[in-house]
């Protein structure tokens, strides 16, 4: 799904993001953004960029 939230990716700055929303552990709900421009995946809130993703099994 394409994610209207006003992010840019971390990577590029592209706003070209799909997304994937969970429940987080503390019970928040988070996203997982991954840029349709260079591939990157990474966290909504902290900004952390994954090369893997357990939560939404994303691989490079």
């Known amino acids: 799904m ?3 939230c006003g992010c840019r990716c971390i990577v590029c700055k592209s706003q070209k ?3 994937n929303s969970f429940t987080a552990p503390d019970g928040y709900t988070d996203i997982h953004h991954t840029c ?3 591939g990157a ?3 909504h809130l ?3 960029v994954f090369e893997k993703c357990e939560i939404c099994h994303f691989k490079t």
């Open 2 to 4: 394409e994610i209207a």
């Open 46 to 48: 902290d900004g952390t």
């Open 41 to 43: 995946h990474f966290d």
């Open 17 to 19: 993001l799909t997304g």
């Open 36 to 38: 349709r421009d260079c």
